[in-house]
């Protein structure tokens, strides 16, 4: 075979394998179907591999279709950051920090971390996205995030973490909410609240620990409501909808008609932890990491 595995072959594949419609991939590609199959069929026959199954009415990945996927979003992220980062080198910058993070990390650590950055390494860029632990360590593995910062006991393979914060709950209550700090002694003074709790999407893990809150004095919660943003779970407490319990530090910063309880009685803590790749090559990275490592 003369053909060569040229970067074209690569976005096809990659475009075709998220879509799974040939109609749809074209679309986005802008170019013909007839044009995409043969560079599809092109790609299989550079590879000595069939990458995708095809009927009528569906297209499907192969086993060797599902491995080629993750190695191409690896190398055209990788690209793609070279491409960045290249750029900002030609500007006289010295790249960019891709940084992940759940809320509450917003409210102590990322600030102290950013201050730190710019003070010490002013042409380094840093971008923010708040995401869910699952999605940051999914982008963290295929090279699309270079740091996050997530509530989890346990990282897959290849991910390194340092825990940077550990705090406490709160529970969280509209400010008209007969209940009392002074009067508060147990969760189980709630135990007919509706509560709306961070989704397990945030983090099982995370998830579990705080309803082993409430079964640690007998009850299991009504949770009427879930979410993976902070801000949604405590407009819904300040309008009558439940009451949450979140960490404590995520409580700083709102100004809404809700207020907190410190729940100090309790063994449940919960750590937020730094996360990033082991193999990641970003210069950017390792200098964030010496100030993480600092504290």
């Given at each position: 075979?003369?053909?060569?595995?040229?970067?074209?072959?690569?976005?096809?594949?990659?475009?075709?394998?998220?879509?799974?419609?040939?109609?749809?991939?074209?679309?986005?590609?802008?170019?013909?179907?007839?044009?995409?199959?043969?560079?599809?069929?092109?790609?299989?026959?550079?590879?000595?591999?069939?990458?995708?199954?095809?009927?009528?009415?569906?297209?499907?990945?192969?086993?060797?279709?599902?491995?080629?996927?993750?190695?191409?979003?690896?190398?055209?992220?990788?690209?793609?950051?070279?491409?960045?980062?290249?750029?900002?080198?030609?500007?006289?910058?010295?790249?960019?920090?891709?940084?992940?993070?759940?809320?509450?990390?917003?409210?102590?650590?990322?600030?102290?971390?950013?201050?730190?950055?710019?003070?010490?390494?002013?042409?380094?860029?840093?971008?923010?996205?708040?995401?869910?632990?699952?999605?940051?360590?999914?982008?963290?593995?295929?090279?699309?995030?270079?740091?996050?910062?997530?509530?989890?006991?346990?990282?897959?393979?290849?991910?390194?973490?340092?825990?940077?914060?550990?705090?406490?709950?709160?529970?969280?209550?509209?400010?008209?909410?007969?209940?009392?700090?002074?009067?508060?002694?147990?969760?189980?003074?709630?135990?007919?609240?509706?509560?709306?709790?961070?989704?397990?999407?945030?983090?099982?893990?995370?998830?579990?620990?705080?309803?082993?809150?409430?079964?640690?004095?007998?009850?299991?919660?009504?949770?009427?409501?879930?979410?993976?943003?902070?801000?949604?779970?405590?407009?819904?407490?300040?309008?009558?909808?439940?009451?949450?319990?979140?960490?404590?530090?995520?409580?700083?910063?709102?100004?809404?008609?809700?207020?907190?309880?410190?729940?100090?009685?309790?063994?449940?803590?919960?750590?937020?932890?730094?996360?990033?790749?082991?193999?990641?090559?970003?210069?950017s990275l390792s200098k964030a990491l010496e100030f993480l490592f600092d504290t």
């Amino acid at each position: 075979m003369s053909y060569q595995i040229e970067l074209r072959h690569l976005r096809y594949f990659q475009v075709l394998a998220e879509e799974l419609n040939f109609r749809k991939a074209s679309e986005r590609l802008f170019i013909a179907q007839p044009g995409l199959s043969r560079q599809i069929k092109q790609l299989e026959e550079i590879l000595d591999a069939q990458l995708f199954a095809r009927t009528k009415r569906s297209v499907k990945l192969t086993t060797a279709g599902v491995y080629l996927k993750e190695e191409v979003d690896r190398i055209l992220n990788q690209l793609d950051l070279a491409k960045k980062q290249t750029a900002l080198i030609h500007q006289g910058d010295f790249g960019e920090i891709r940084i992940g993070f759940v809320g509450s990390a917003i409210h102590h650590v990322l600030p102290k971390l950013i201050s730190r950055i710019n003070k010490q390494y002013p042409n380094i860029h840093t971008s923010l996205d708040e995401l869910a632990n699952h999605v940051q360590l999914s982008m963290l593995q295929n090279g699309r995030l270079d740091l996050g910062f997530v509530r989890v006991t346990s990282i897959p393979l290849g991910l390194e973490s340092k825990v940077v914060h550990e705090d406490s709950f709160s529970i969280v209550l509209p400010q008209n909410h007969e209940m009392s700090a002074k009067e508060f002694e147990n969760i189980g003074q709630l135990k007919d609240e509706k509560f709306i709790l961070f989704s397990s999407e945030y983090s099982s893990e995370y998830y579990d620990k705080v309803v082993s809150i409430c079964r640690d004095q007998d009850f299991e919660p009504t949770v009427s409501h879930k979410s993976i943003h902070a801000f949604t779970i405590f407009k819904l407490v300040e309008n009558g909808l439940g009451i949450a319990i979140v960490p404590t530090s995520l409580v700083d910063g709102y100004e809404l008609k809700i207020k907190a309880i410190a729940l100090t009685k309790i063994p449940q803590r919960t750590q937020l932890a730094a996360v990033w790749k082991k193999s990641n090559r970003n210069s950017s990275l390792s200098k964030a990491l010496e100030f993480l490592f600092d504290t």
